[in-house]
């Protein structure tokens, strides 16, 4: 069962690095993760998931660990974030890490004891083949690096050697099965990372590349999902309330291993891409955009509804305006047509989790790659917290600044976006506000399409309510007949109109 705080979360993904600089030294820090806490909060989100802020090289934004159990000095001290665990749960918030079990850096300490010619306690704490250059299969690997006469598989970029998990199927001498104990050495390692940090006051995890651990054939991630439940078990024992996020993308797999929630990404093409950021077909047809010449929601909603159906005693769908990995939506939606998008993730069932800046419509900037960040790096662009010095992101000088704040003259912040009930924040606010209220809108209760018809409103049930959106720009009848209900919020123009729903362009409604 998925731990009984998420009934009613919502997450908010900060990516440290670009949040709130409080020394002057151009990249973001834990100290401005607390001062900021009051803001997100009073957005509606209660629960953090902060992107890994532990010591590391850095060649893919922290992704490349070098050691689990330290916070980067550029982001403060292990003591920060223990403060700001407290700071946090002071005000009712919980607080995702991001563990990374796939891999670590080049640089950590295990990988340099295991790339000894000497065998050791390390030895296979990586996946090492037995032939001096040589690789195998498709795996990428790497060689020449170390003493020993080895080359090692990849999980990632070239300095994110794979943990050894073992294989699900093993057909070469170098390959371990999962039960081999220095397989199980490496999940022991990754338990006793997390509780290190739970046992300090962390809630939690989301998880990258969780279906990674185990390599081929890991049919259907059947061994991989078996070390979860493995995990799931110590959590269970030691940490009942921990939850887990999966950077998975098929739910079924996901919640069956243990996971509290999963992400909808792309992967596999979910579909959901259509719905925010449909740029890669050449065509945007944005499922919100305005004049989307081919709008369609039942790509996503095919995949969505089995996933649904599927999972729905078992945990949770997480939808996300956007992530670090993600262009962000505004690169395809004007801040009219975001509001109706949110308005739709933020009343779907699961838990949802909104991307820092989002919430005022940040723009992806087009910019040269930054710590393996490549096209990302555009959407990973300092916090705009009002028109001050770098926009209120740091007092350091500008070309200190970790990335470039927006230049535009009409940069989206926060301070400008504040108490102006027409802006996108408060939008924003007001639908994070409505979720709480209404527990037909949070994440358990159920969740039907009604109607998906192309050319018509999208028209939905949780629970007791329905909810109708209308993206395009003429108004339209959603043919729901509403006698007797209430409208409860709109976006744009919603009547009752002779007992039916009619919705005017780029609306949104919530009947009671
Ligand atoms: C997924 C993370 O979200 C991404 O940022 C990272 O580069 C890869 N996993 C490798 O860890």
Redesign the pocket.
């Known amino acids: 069962m998925p731990a009984k705080w998420l009934k009613d979360t919502v997450f908010y993904e900060i990516y440290p690095q670009s949040f709130r600089d409080t020394n002057g030294d151009g990249i973001g820090d834990l100290n401005g993760i607390i001062e900021k806490l009051d803001y997100i909060r009073d957005l509606g989100c209660n629960a953090l998931w902060i992107n890994p802020c532990f010591d590391s090289p850095f060649k893919?934004?922290g992704?490349d660990v070098r050691d689990y159990k330290k916070v980067a000095p550029r982001y403060g001290t292990n003591s920060d974030l223990y403060r700001l665990f407290g700071e946090a749960h002071r005000r009712g918030m919980r607080v995702l890490l991001d563990l990374?079990p796939?891999?670590t850096s080049e640089e950590h300490a295990w990988f340099k004891m295991s790339g000894k010619a000497e065998p050791n306690e390390y030895s296979n704490r990586y996946i090492w083949t037995n032939h001096w250059w040589q690789g195998c299969r498709d795996m990428p690997y790497i060689g020449g690096e170390c003493e020993r006469a080895a080359t090692y598989v990849l999980n990632?970029f070239k300095c994110?050697p794979a943990l050894n998990y073992g294989f699900a199927r093993v057909e070469q001498p170098w390959q371990l099965p999962v039960d081999h104990p220095d397989c199980i050495a490496t999940r022991e390692a990754v338990k006793d990372v997390m509780r290190f940090w739970l046992s300090h006051g962390c809630d939690g995890f989301r998880v990258?590349?969780a279906n990674s651990l185990v390599k081929y054939d890991d049919e259907k991630k059947s061994a991989t999902s078996a070390v979860w439940r493995d995990i799931r078990g110590m959590l269970d024992a030691e940490f009942p309330d921990a939850a887990l996020v999966a950077?998975w993308s098929c739910p079924p797999q996901a919640l069956r291993a243990g996971y509290d929630m999963d992400f909808c990404l792309n992967n596999d093409d979910t579909g959901y891409y259509t719905l925010m950021r449909d740029y890669q077909t050449g065509e945007d047809n944005s499922y919100f955009k305005k004049d989307a010449a081919r709008r369609d929601i039942r790509r996503f909603l095919n995949i969505y509804t089995d996933w649904y159906r599927d999972t729905k005693d078992l945990g949770y769908i997480s939808l996300l305006t956007c992530?670090?990995?993600t262009v962000r939506p505004r690169f395809s939606l004007e801040p009219e047509e975001l509001k109706l998008a949110y308005a739709f993730l933020f009343t779907m069932p699961g838990v949802p989790f909104l991307y820092y800046g989002d919430e005022i419509g940040m723009r992806y900037l087009q910019l040269p790659t930054k710590e393996?960040g490549y096209f990302?790096t555009g959407s990973r662009t300092p916090m705009q917290w009002d028109s001050g010095k770098n926009l209120g992101f740091s007092d350091g000088c500008a070309d200190s600044l970790y990335l470039p704040v927006d230049p535009a003259a009409d940069a989206p912040t926060v301070a400008a976006q504040q108490g102006d009930p027409a802006s996108l924040l408060e939008t924003v606010r007001a639908l994070l506000s409505l979720r709480h209220k209404e527990s037909d809108l949070q994440a358990d209760a159920d969740f039907s399409p009604l109607c998906a018809d192309p050319e018509r409103p999208f028209v939905y049930r949780r629970g007791s309510l329905l909810l109708a959106v209308n993206p395009a720009g003429a108004p339209a009848d959603t043919g729901v007949d509403v006698s007797g209900r209430e409208i409860i919020f709109a976006i744009g123009q919603a009547q009752a109109d002779a007992g039916t729903l009619v919705l005017g362009a780029q609306s949104f409604a919530v009947v009671k």
Do not use: K, L, P, S
Request: hydrophobic share 25%; aromatic share 12%; glycine share 12%.
């Open positions: 893919d934004a992704y990374v796939g891999h990632f994110q990258d590349m950077e992530n670090h990995d393996g990302r």
